[in-house]
């Protein structure tokens, strides 16, 4: 029998300040079994251009993989590989560090509103050191599907009703879903048994399992315990969140600012590195 997945914790994001001084919401950052294989998730939301001007300059990454999503606002990204462009409303940047990336992400607009999504996926010891891929996907790019009971799923990664996200081939077969549900509606979705699962709430609320015991609203982080799959009901509101699963690495961590390795011997040798200018391994 399916088993629909229980809620681990329930937590609100807090307020803190990365890059060059911007002003943010994080929903987690930190290692935790019950995340891995993801580290962090930043929610950068604000209409004062004060809170992200700044942005992100010149910084490196190691040993992870960093997936931008806009909803509203455009980002310029430069980076080591010899890409740059715009981010902009709707499309992902899927960044695979690996062996190393430098790279700044600085913003396009200086006024108006600006949201969007940070999430850091870690890589297992056997791909931390891989070539680093870089993935520029296109709003236009991200399928839409949608169900009977007025759910609108976008597939960023994964699989939903036969259709695949733009994004695959990624070594902790991430699930990356923004949905959007109606009100007096019900979302149920398998994910693999063993994998790692976390909702984020952007707007509305409603209820995260079957106890439905508490109505969850936005700026909160859901993350479940394991099972077949989840069970999500509204009721008067609508309701939108993003859906992230994966399988876990369940590897030691150690991380330090943009580098996440498994060794502090690793890490050390990472900023060694970066200070010797021989970071960056592979030129294209
Ligand atoms: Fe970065």
Same mark, same amino acid.
């Given at each position: 029998? $399916?088993?629909?997945?229980?809620?681990?914790?329930?937590?609100?994001?807090?307020?803190? !300040?990365?890059?060059?001084?911007?002003?943010?919401?994080?929903?987690?950052?930190?290692?935790?079994?019950?995340?891995?294989?993801? %580290?962090?998730?930043?929610?950068?939301? $604000?209409?004062?251009?004060?809170?992200?001007?700044?942005? @992100?300059?010149?910084?490196?990454?190691?040993?992870?993989? +960093?997936?931008?999503?806009?909803?509203?606002?455009?980002?310029?990204?430069?980076?080591?590989?010899?890409?740059?462009?715009?981010?902009?409303?709707?499309?992902?940047?899927?960044? +695979?560090?690996?062996?190393?990336?430098?790279?700044?992400?600085?913003?396009?607009? @200086?006024?108006?509103?600006? $949201?969007? @999504?940070?999430?850091?996926?870690? %890589?297992?010891?056997?791909?931390? !050191?891989?070539?680093?891929?870089?993935?520029?996907?296109?709003?236009?790019?991200?399928?839409?599907?949608?169900?009977?009971?007025?759910?609108?799923?976008? &597939?960023?990664?994964?699989?939903?009703?036969?259709?695949?996200?733009?994004?695959?081939?990624?070594?902790?077969?991430?699930?990356?879903?923004?949905?959007?549900?109606?009100?007096?509606?019900?979302?149920?979705?398998?994910?693999?048994?063993?994998?790692?699962?976390?909702?984020?709430?952007?707007?509305?609320?409603?209820?995260?399992?079957?106890?439905?015991?508490?109505?969850?609203?936005?700026?909160?982080?859901? &993350?479940?315990?394991?099972?077949?799959?989840?069970?999500?009901?509204?009721?008067?509101?609508?309701?939108? @969140?993003?859906?992230?699963?994966?399988?876990?690495?369940?590897?030691?961590?150690?991380? $330090?600012?943009?580098?996440?390795?498994?060794?502090?011997?690793? &890490?050390?040798?990472?900023?060694?590195?970066?200070?010797?200018?021989?970071?960056?391994?592979?030129?294209?």
């Amino acid at each position: 029998m $399916s088993e629909v997945r229980k809620i681990y914790s329930v937590q609100k994001s807090s307020a803190t !300040m990365e890059g060059a001084g911007v002003r943010l919401k994080r929903a987690f950052g930190q290692a935790h079994p019950k995340l891995d294989p993801f %580290l962090l998730l930043d929610d950068f939301g $604000s209409d004062n251009p004060d809170d992200y001007l700044a942005g @992100f300059p010149w910084h490196p990454h190691r040993g992870i993989e +960093t997936i931008t999503y806009m909803l509203q606002g455009e980002v310029l990204h430069e980076d080591s590989l010899g890409n740059s462009g715009t981010i902009q409303s709707g499309d992902v940047q899927w960044m +695979t560090a690996g062996s190393g990336i430098v790279h700044q992400e600085l913003p396009a607009r @200086f006024e108006g509103l600006m $949201s969007g @999504f940070q999430l850091w996926a870690n %890589l297992p010891a056997s791909h931390k !050191m891989m070539d680093p891929r870089y993935r520029d996907v296109k709003k236009a790019e991200i399928p839409v599907v949608t169900t009977d009971d007025f759910v609108e799923m976008k &597939i960023i990664c994964g699989e939903v009703k036969g259709v695949k996200g733009p994004v695959q081939d990624v070594v902790t077969e991430p699930e990356y879903l923004d949905i959007t549900m109606n009100h007096h509606s019900t979302f149920n979705h398998p994910i693999k048994r063993g994998h790692n699962a976390f909702t984020y709430i952007l707007e509305g609320e409603g209820y995260f399992d079957l106890k439905k015991k508490q109505k969850i609203n936005k700026k909160n982080l859901v &993350i479940f315990e394991d099972g077949d799959e989840i069970q999500i009901t509204t009721e008067d509101s609508k309701l939108r @969140f993003l859906l992230i699963s994966g399988k876990p690495i369940n590897e030691p961590v150690a991380w $330090s600012g943009p580098i996440v390795m498994n060794t502090q011997e690793e &890490i050390k040798v990472a900023f060694e590195e970066y200070r010797d200018g021989t970071f960056i391994k592979n030129q294209q």
